[in-house]
Each structure stands twice: as C-alpha cells, then as structure tokens.
C-alpha cells in the first residue's frame, strides 16, 4: 500500500491538525426571546433549558454571551395578546418591548452586534407573517409595514434587521427606507430560503406566534424545492441583502451548500427550535449524548457551507468548545 488515510487520524494532535472545520464563538448568532416584566425567566415548555427573559435578566445573558466570545444576538419578543391586531400596530411602537430590547441588549454590551427579527407574526392577531385579508397573506401591504419597522429598529439602535417573513420584494424595500432615512449603517440579513417547516414548532410557543388558520406554504418554500432557493437568494442579494440565511439547517444542508458556491455575501443558516427539540429530547431518554450531537450537528452546518450559525446551543457549544 502507498497510500495509508488512517495515519493522519491516529492521534487527537494529528487530527486537530488536519481539521478542515474548526468552531469559534463569533459563529454563533444567540437567538434571544424577550418578555415584559422584571426578574422573569419562563422555560419554554418544548425548549428545554430555553429561557424567556424579561429586559433585565436578558441583559444580564447579553454580557455573558459577549464575555463567552459571542458576537451577535438575534432578538425576538413576545408580544402581549391586546397588542396583537391585523397591521402589526406594535412593531411600530417607538417604545414597544422590541425597540425597549434592542436599547438595553446594547447597554448591556455596546460591541455586540444586535440583530432583530422583522416579521409580523408575534404582532399579529392571526399569527401570520403579514397582513390578512380573508384567507390571504397579502404581499405589497405587508412590505410596506415591514420597511417601517426596520426603520424604526435602527433608530432604536439596532446593527441588522433580520427579516423573516418571505413576502417578495421586502428587501428592496427595507433597503430603499433605511437609505431614506440616512440609516446607511444598518445591515439586512434576509431569510432568503426560508422553508415551510415542521421544525419551528417549538418556537411558535415561545412566543405563542401559531398560525390561527391555514399554514405558512404561500409564502415560505416547500421544501421540495432547492432551485427555487437559488432563485429567491440571488434576487436578495440584488435587493441589498448584506447576508443571507438557510432555515432550518440540518434538513437543508444541500440547500446551504447551493447558496454558498453561487453567492459571494456571507451566508447564514438557522438551527432552529425543532432541531434544538430532537436533541434535547432524545439525550433526556438517554438515547443521543447531548454535547456531541450538538458539536457534529453544528460544525455539520459549518462545513457545508454556513459562516454564521444561529442556534438555541450557541453558550453550550462555546462551553463545549473550551473543555
Ligand atoms: N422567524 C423565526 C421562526 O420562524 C422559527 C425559528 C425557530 O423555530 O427556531
Ligand atoms: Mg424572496
């Protein structure tokens, strides 16, 4: 034999060596969910270990996440059920719990890149991602709200407007209002291929966010589809997307794969709340070890093509990362 591949897997040293993806705390986006209140830390029912903090206790998590290397939080609220209406009249609230928790989450660590999710469905009477007329999620109306509402984070101090909703034309939009309003700093990370998925479940308790009729297949992809994810991250990045995102990841890692050899704009994916569930729960039954599902799961995502991961692991991985 001339050529013997086990011989640089013979030793820890040799492997680290030879590692072709290495982990790193600025990887990580921590995905943070915000309530009213004070001293409140709610676990979410089907996240274990997963946390709802009111302001004061989420900037206590923001300076320990900056402390563990962490360099961007990804903020969502959830918004109190006599707020919600069909226009998303709170996420333009100048000091709605939002605009509040972008504030504090840069008190709280001034370096921290603080990103913020634009949609309307924790706003939303229907728990749709847009404006309802009838059956219908209606596209052009919804765009025009959502330019509204990033303008109104990045007064409020935010890095990076995040939006989640797939309507078409939103980034263009979101962009041109940011221009408009000398907002020249502030950057978009568009959920480009966003998927109808299974896997928010557990998210949609989190923020008590659950479709009240229908499902999401109009306007997220079916996941039939990887082309089609081209075709939406291609006219993203036309749009001014400054990153795009891949979400879920584990079950789209083809789909990150695609984006990152045909874009040149960083690209993200989003271990979302289901992925974080399966883990969990079979690690309780005894049945997956939980810290080395979650090292493969997310260096799994890195290698195939992903430059930032967000995740619900994020200060688990990093403490795992340094043992
Ligand atoms: N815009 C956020 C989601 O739709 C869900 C995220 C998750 O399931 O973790
Ligand atoms: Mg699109």
Redesign the pocket.
């Known amino acids: 034999m001339i050529r013997r591949n086990r011989i640089l897997r013979n030793t820890p040293a040799i492997r680290a060596m030879v590692a072709e993806t290495i982990l790193t705390p600025a990887d990580f986006i921590a995905?943070l969910f915000v309530t009213e209140g004070k001293g409140v830390k709610e676990e979410i029912a089907s996240m274990p270990g997963y946390y709802r903090h009111s302001l004061d206790l989420m900037a206590k998590e923001v300076k320990e996440l900056w402390q563990l290397g962490i360099r961007s939080v990804l903020l969502?609220i959830k918004c109190a059920d006599e707020l919600k209406d069909n226009k998303g009249t709170e996420a333009l609230n100048p000091d709605g719990l939002m605009q509040r928790a972008i504030k504090t989450a840069k008190e709280a660590a001034p370096g921290m890149v603080v990103m913020t999710?634009v949609?309307l469905?924790p706003y939303s009477s229907f728990g749709h991602d847009g404006i309802v007329e009838g059956e219908e999620i209606v596209n052009d109306a919804t765009v025009n709200v959502l330019a509204e509402m990033s303008v109104s984070h990045a007064r409020a101090g935010a890095d990076i407007v995040a939006p989640?909703d797939m309507m078409d034309g939103r980034i263009l939009a979101i962009r041109e209002a940011l221009e408009d309003n000398n907002f020249t700093k502030t950057g978009i990370m568009a959920?480009s291929a966003?998927y109808a998925s299974c896997?928010?479940?557990?998210?949609r308790d989190a923020l008590d966010s659950a479709p009240g009729f229908g499902d999401k297949k109009t306007y997220q992809m079916d996941y039939a589809n990887a082309r089609e994810a081209l075709k939406e991250t291609l006219m993203d990045v036309e749009e001014g997307a400054d990153i795009v995102m891949v979400?879920?990841a584990m079950a789209y890692l083809d789909i990150i794969r695609l984006i990152k050899d045909s874009v040149t704009v960083p690209v993200s994916a989003?271990h979302?709340?289901?992925e974080?569930a399966m883990i969990k729960a079979a690690a309780k039954m005894g049945w997956l070890n939980e810290e080395k599902a979650v090292l493969e799961s997310l260096t799994s995502i890195k290698r195939a093509g992903a430059d930032l991961i967000a995740t619900?692991f994020a200060k688990d991985a990093v403490h795992l990362l340094n043992q």
Do not use: H, I, N, T
């Not at 896997?199 to 998210?203: A, E």
């Open positions: 995905p969502f999710d949609a469905d989640s959920y966003k896997f928010y479940g557990p998210f979400k879920p989003y979302v709340s289901g974080y619900y």
